[in-house]
């Protein structure tokens, strides 16, 4: 009989993000043994019966709902993990956080800043825990990095450089919206890459370098039209396929980031660098175990580029897996928010990104989309947290 507390969990959306996060839930507990807290998985919860009883079977859930709303009804149930598309996270986030449900939610927050506002709105005045799942904060390299650059090791920084290219959209044939599309719908997404895929670049730009002040944008649509799956019809493409902004930080530095899904031959190439003035670091996700450092004070015989292989116990996360040398995956980034969530209940410390946090990155997706279609600089409004 485990003495552990319990923190049942129900996941709501059974897609590629359903299956990431209940890995999460799966393994955390063999892999973080200390913790308080154990995940129970309680309830899945998809739109088709079929789907999310062979869900709840492959991942383990106890049961089944088809409803959110009876989901979020459930005294069982005491956190409720969104994994939908963007469209229904402000509904089920505000009323869950009205039950007193804690949440997690996928990225991003919201498909814009007024329904982000409206979910932190109704956190703070329920109180409730609360998350944001941008994994990639919780590569060991990129938590390596985010130690590095608090330390003070690369001086003052003048430059942050961000990716994200993929190539999935292409073909003029793929329609938009329905199950797996939906990111091409701009009802259902918000907006294209900027919120699918630079909200990762921008969430792990403003927790290493702080906030983003203002951005000058431009953006593209490539297939201006697709056939919705819903109606069987050609309709207007409303979502950005591409995007490209330059920006200031608050502490003076320089950002240039580009997100597209039609660079041919990029299936998810994430990759940031940032200029000090004393050292410089990037990283890849392709490579993600590694983190690249290069510093200028290091004796001039020896001075390039080092290559950190970041699988020893005393870097960020790795004393719980397997011994140095050995490497870890993108699956294993959702272990770790789970386990720091698990860990933030027992100390009642906030587990960031919270909403607060992840509202910031919001605001600085909607200037960006702001600046693009008004062809003009915008002020961000976001703040350093
Ligand atoms: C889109 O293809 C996508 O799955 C994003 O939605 C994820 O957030 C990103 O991590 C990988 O790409």
């Known amino acids: 009989m485990s003495n552990k507390k319990q923190l049942r969990i129900g996941l709501i959306g059974c897609g590629f993000m359903g299956r990431t996060h209940s890995n999460g839930y799966k393994r955390v507990g063999d892999f973080f043994p200390e913790l308080t807290y154990q995940p129970v998985l309680k309830a899945a ?12 079977e492959q991942w383990g859930y106890e049961s089944t709902e088809t409803d959110w709303k009876a989901l979020i009804a459930r005294d069982d149930i005491d956190a409720v993990d969104i994994c939908t598309p963007n469209e229904f996270h402000a509904e089920i986030a505000i009323a869950a956080a009205a039950k007193g449900k804690m949440i997690l939610c996928e990225k991003p927050l919201s498909r814009t800043l007024a329904e982000g506002q409206r979910m932190v709105d109704a956190i703070e005045k329920s109180g409730v825990k609360n998350t944001v799942w941008y994994n990639y904060r919780r590569v060991p390299a990129v938590t390596l990095a985010k130690q590095i650059i608090d330390s003070g090791k690369l001086g003052k920084i003048f430059h942050y450089r961000a990716n994200f290219l ?16 939906w990111r ?11 919120g699918d895929l630079l909200a990762h670049c921008i969430d792990t730009a403003m927790w290493l370098n702080g906030a983003i002040k203002d951005v000058s944008a431009m953006t593209e649509t490539f297939i201006k039209e697709r056939v919705h799956q819903a109606s069987g019809k050609v309709q207007k493409v409303g979502i950005d396929d591409a995007c490209i902004f330059h920006c200031h930080f608050e502490n003076g ?23 000090g003035e004393h050292a410089s670091i990037r990283w890849d996700l392709h490579d993600l175990n590694r983190l690249e450092y290069f510093d200028h004070r290091d004796d001039s015989i020896v001075r390039g580029w080092r290559s950190i292989l970041v699988t020893d116990g005393d870097q960020p ?7 140095p040398g050995l490497i870890i995956g993108y699956e294993h980034t959702f272990v770790h928010q789970a386990a720091d969530f698990l860990k933030s209940l027992e100390t009642g410390e906030p587990c960031a990104p919270t909403f607060k946090n992840a509202l910031q990155t919001q605001k600085v997706c909607e200037a960006v989309i702001d600046s693009a279609n008004s062809k003009s600089w915008k002020d961000t409004g976001a703040v350093n947290m």
């Open 317 to 323: 996360y790795m004393n719980k897996w397997w011994v």
């Open 253 to 275: 530095s320089l950002g240039l980031f580009e997100s597209t899904r039609y660079a041919r031959g990029h299936k998810a190439l994430y990759t940031f660098e940032i200029n």
């Open 184 to 194: 091409l719908d701009v009802d259902a997404a918000g907006s294209g890459v900027t």
């Open 166 to 181: 993929q190539d999935w959209t292409i073909s003029p044939e793929l329609p938009q919206g329905g199950e797996g599309l």
């Open 45 to 56: 919860c998809a739109r088709s019966a079929d789907k999310v009883k062979a869900f709840a």
